[in-house]
DNA sequence: GACTTTGTTGAGCGGTTGCTCAATTGAGCA
DNA sequence: TGCTCAATTGAGCAACCGCTCAACAAAGTC
């Protein structure tokens, strides 16, 4: 309720948008769930956004900042170090919401081009991130790895494909096994280690 | 509109719903889609099922009916053939419907128990499918494996992972580039060949 | 042909959604 | 103090959803 500056306003309603699809997914929220969040009138957020856009826009935010603390953020830290904590948090519970977010964002791209072109460009940077990782370890001489940008893709890859099958409820395939398998591909695709 | 049996009724409204989710989506696809495509008043398919467990079987029906075409009618032919002709058609364009099935029925699974039952039931056939290729792929030696229960998980996995890259609109990551990082999954986990 | 049974109809209910807009509030300034 | 205008309100619109239910129509039975 308090009044504000527009600039001030935007970002408490970014930051409410990203507290809301981390609780209830980009499909389930909705923009009464971020006003209410904030203690402010229903129609207030059109008044700045887009459903669209700002959902786009929270989930764009929310990925990055993931992406950056568990890999970009960590250029200067041992590459093995890095890729091992990765691999031990993938599938923590803490996790869910993260992924959950992915694999809505690729349904929902279907029919929402904002957030179609959120993902691809949040899919890119990971995929960066992650082959530079891969090339420092490389050159380090940490493991074999002959084509980071290729592993990197499919490593990507079935981090996605293990977090789906870890989400559906009644799951058919436990954290631990999920971890399991993702630590023997990384091995596959590094060589050595990991 | 002509008078059916109660059950040849069902038989049509559940082959209705199944071309109405491969054409819109598990999460896009709603009851008056499946009752216009059949020609027939709205109010006919609440008395048959509840669009819940409709979905869930059209769901069920539809990726039990792939499996077999894939996987499980194939017995009777040479494992390599069977594995090479997966990996070849995975991502072809008449497959998306399917990958994007598989998309949705992750994430509806956290709202709707009965395809996230559907969805780790079929999961689970999947699973058992490829397993027993690999099986029978080692034990006539085509290929080593050490353990194709283990090796069949993670190749669902980067199937999975893979196709929802795809799927993005934009995708970052090509038909192609997809098919090739799947073979390259296949034969780390295969040793040689495929 | 009368009567029961059952498949079928379709208007509409109750609920949800993103978004609109006239009215209200209050901070900044003369 | 009075004026201005942007920030904020919240009832409500229009569209959509799954599902209900009284009414109707066609077999089946005697």
Redesign the interface.
């Given at each position: 309720m308090p009044r504000l500056k527009g600039a001030d306003r935007r970002t408490l309603i970014l930051e409410a948008a990203e507290r809301t699809i981390l609780r209830k997914?980009l499909?389930?929220a909705t923009t009464r769930d971020v006003t209410s969040d904030l203690g402010v009138a229903a129609g207030l957020l059109a008044h700045y956004f887009s459903w669209s856009a700002l959902r786009a826009a929270a989930f764009s935010h929310v990925i990055g900042a993931d992406i950056e603390r568990s890999v970009t953020g960590r250029m200067g830290e041992a590459p093995e170090t890095v890729l091992s904590d990765l691999v031990d948090g993938a599938f923590s519970v803490e996790a869910d919401a993260l992924w959950?977010l992915?694999?809505?964002?690729?349904?929902l791209?279907?029919?929402d081009?904002a957030l179609?072109?959120a993902?691809?460009r949040g899919?890119?940077r990971w995929?960066a991130g992650l082959s530079s990782l891969l090339a420092r370890g490389r050159a380090a001489g940490t493991w074999a790895c002959p084509s980071p940008d290729?592993s990197s893709?499919?490593i990507?890859?079935?981090?996605?494909?293990?977090a789906?099958?870890c989400?559906?409820?009644?799951?058919?395939?436990s954290r631990d096994?999920?971890t399991h398998?993702l630590r023997?591909?990384v091995r596959?695709e590094c060589g050595t280690s990991a």
């Open positions: 997914g499909a389930a959950r992915w694999l809505e964002a690729t349904e791209g279907s029919s081009p179609a072109d993902a691809s899919t890119d995929q290729e893709w499919r990507i890859a079935i981090l996605l494909g293990l789906g099958l989400l559906i409820p009644g799951s058919p395939l096994a999920a398998h023997i591909a596959h």
